[in-house]
Each structure stands twice: as C-alpha cells, then as structure tokens.
C-alpha cells in the first residue's frame, strides 16, 4: 500500500508543478541503465536522479559528469524523479517521462535473409519489439527499399551483393533518445545471401519418456543419448546445448526426438557420379566433387544435418584422435546426418576425392566443406541419390 502511495504522489506531483528536466536513455545493457538529464532552466550544479522501481528505491551504481547508470534488475518499470537547483539557487524538481517500461530495451529484434535465386533480389526481413524503428541499414553501401507486411519490416535491394563474408549493420531507434545498432554475420555465396554459418531451420521436438533426465557424476551425452535411443544432437537441440562436453552433474536434460520438415538450403548426393549439389530455395547454386563410400556403404536416402562441428576430434574404437592430426581423416568440418552412421566431412587426404573409398560417410575437400558450412543451415536436407543422371536446375523437395 505504501509503494501504492508513493506511487501516486510521484505521479501527480509531475502534473502538478510541471517537470524540470527531460530523462534520456544512453545505454541499456544487462540490466544496467545509462540515463541522462537535461534541464529545462540554467543550472546551478548537477541534478540528481533518483529511481523507484517495484522492489523499492534505486541509487546510481555509477555517477558521471552527464548520466547515471542504474541496476535495473528484477523490475519491469522505473519511476524517475529529479532534483536540482538553478543559477538563483532555487530548487528544481520534476523529470519527463517520469513512468518507463523497460520491455522494450530488453528485447532485440529477430532479422532473417532470403534471396529470390532467379530475380536475385535479395530480402532482409525484421521483426521490431514494441516501439523500435529502423533507422538505418548497412551492407555493402547497397540502397534498400522497405515494406511492411503482416507484422513485419522488409528491406529488399535488386543490387546483386558480392561474394564473401560482410557484416549487415542495422540502426534502430528505442523509445527515449536510445539508438542500437546489431551487427550480424553473414555469407554471400553465388550473389545468395544467409547468416555465417546458417540458422537453425525450424524444428519439431516430439518428447520421450521419462522426459526428463538428470545428469549423473561421470555420465556424457553419448551415454545419456544411448540410455534412452536418441542422438547427441536431440539433446544438444532440444536442450538450446552449444557444446556437449560441458555439461555438468546436476543438470536437468529435456529427452525429445528433433525432426526437421523443410529448410531453405539443401544437399543433394549422387554416389553413382561422385557429386554433391548444393540448393538454395531449390534453385542449384553449384556442385562439388566428393568421395563415397564402397559399394552399397552410403545408402540412398533421405537425411538432415542434425549438427556441423568446426575442427572435428574423431573417436576411433575408443580411441581419442585430436583435430587436425594427420590420422583423423575428418578433415577441418563434420556435418552429423539425422543417421548418425553417416556425416558429410573434410579429409586429410585429397587423392581420395571422386573414389568410392569410405565406410559410408561422404568426404569433400576441406575448401568446399569450408564454404558449404559457412552457408548452411542446421537442418538442412540431404538427399542420397543413385543414378547416371545430371543435376537439375531446379528441385522440387
């Protein structure tokens, strides 16, 4: 009741007698507000900023010649009043807005890419939190266009980007002053544009019993992924895991099988030809030479790319051989397929590239795997195929 009160007053004392000061937003990071006054009138010294927030009264962490940074954890609003005094040594009070709600600094903006492979137009689509606007799009001092459509910004540009890894910087402006650039990653391959590295292609988590599991001192996500028949990367994805070696004892493990229905990138092997095509939008963007397995060792199929590991160590009957030795055959990529006897990798030797010389998995040389991996996604289909036949310019998958 007390804070209800104090509420009010704060409130109806700016109405009343007006406010002295304008508030700014400078800065907003981990909970840490950067604010900023300005006086309506000549001041005397230094205003003072004070916040309430639902947990009580805040002071600044840190006090500057111009801001005051705040702890704004564990608050969903702030209510700022300030006081000075003027040139005459009469004291001023009041700040405008004196109620912010901290939401939308807290939120960023979800930014995806396509490109029209035929048109070659090239799309960024953005999805602004509440109260932002674009300021500014920066990529490859191309000039874009923009729409809105269904909830969503679109910027598009018909100038073909150039080939490589470039930075897309993006200016928005947050309510109060607050201006934010993201800095995104991302790889042109053939004039088609993705994120470095690929997204995740949007899955389907279909839970197993028991559901969830506890992780015990000693257990891996091998063992774990064996006890209850999923993979590694089940539990890495429906988990949001990064690294799989890192997890601790204690840990609670959601059990899900991960599928993947479509994706917007997407492999196509032929093991009679020795010949790898890869897809965007299925538009065929270019083919590479890869070495099959023996015989009937690579089965034709269909599969997902479940994981891509940078640098891989291979596990040999046991046996721990190191990235990049010259006996781990893996080469400086692994693709995991949904089939986890098979992947997509590197090698460590390139006179086997076009030979039908594995156990099953697919290798290619590391350059291609390189530039395939920093254009594709998680989740992305692959296609085992058998037959004499070229690759089509467009497939239906």
């Keep these: 009741m007390r804070r209800i009160v104090l509420l009010w007053l704060f409130l109806t004392s700016s109405l009343i007698f007006g406010a002295a000061h304008e508030l700014f937003v400078r800065s907003f990071e981990k909970n840490m507000m950067e604010l900023s006054l300005r006086p309506i009138y000549t001041a005397g010294e230094q205003p003072k900023l004070y916040l309430f927030t639902q947990t009580g009264h805040r002071l600044a962490k840190v006090t500057n010649e111009d801001s005051f940074v705040f702890d704004v954890s564990n608050t969903d609003w702030i209510i700022a009043e300030a006081f000075g005094r003027s040139s005459l040594g009469y004291p001023m ?9 901290l939401l939308s600094y807290r939120q960023d903006p979800h930014v995806f890419f396509f490109t029209d492979p035929e048109k070659y137009l090239f799309y960024i689509g953005v999805r602004l939190p509440q109260d932002w606007k674009l300021l500014d799009c920066d990529f490859q001092n191309l000039k874009f266009r923009r729409f ?16 490589g890894i470039h930075t897309l910087k ?3 402006e947050l309510p109060y002053g607050l201006r934010k650039t993201t800095s995104l990653d991302v790889f042109v391959f053939h004039g088609l544009v993705n994120s470095l590295r690929g997204s995740t292609t949007p899955m389907r988590v279909e839970p197993v019993a028991p559901y969830t599991h506890v992780v015990k001192p000693g257990e891996t996500l091998w063992s774990i992924a064996n006890m209850y028949g999923l993979t590694i990367p089940d539990l890495e994805l429906a988990n949001g895991i990064s690294d799989g070696n890192r997890i601790v004892s204690g840990t609670v493990l959601k059990l899900a099988k991960v599928y993947f229905d479509s994706s917007l990138t997407s492999i196509v092997i032929n093991t009679a030809t020795g010949r790898l095509a890869l897809y965007y939008n ?3 963007v270019k083919v590479f030479p890869v070495a099959v397995g023996r015989s009937d060792m ?3 199929g269909t599969y997902w790319i479940m994981k891509k ?17 010259p006996i781990n055959g893996l080469g400086t990529r692994f693709f995991q397929l949904s089939n986890p006897t098979y992947g997509i990798h590197g090698t460590t030797k390139p006179w086997e590239i076009g030979k039908r010389i594995s156990h099953g998995c697919i290798r ?4 291609d795997i390189e530039t395939i991996d920093a254009f594709i996604d998680v989740g992305t289909k692959v296609v085992v195929v058998r037959n004499t036949e070229e690759f089509p310019i467009n497939w239906t998958f």
């Excluded at 009070?93 to 709600?101: A, I, Q, S, Y």
């Excluded at 809105?148 to 080939?163: A, I, R, V």
């Design 93 to 101: 009070r009041g700040v405008r807005p004196t109620f912010l709600k």
């Design 148 to 163: 809105s459509f269904n909830g969503l910004l679109y910027l598009y540009t018909p100038d073909k980007p150039k080939d």
């Design 170 to 172: 993006l200016t928005f």
């Design 282 to 284: 299925g538009f065929l």
């Design 298 to 300: 690579t089965p034709p």
């Design 309 to 325: 590991e940078i640098d891989p160590a291979l596990y040999w009957f046991g046996e721990y051989i190191p990235p990049r030795s």
């Design 364 to 367: 290619m040389f590391n350059q």
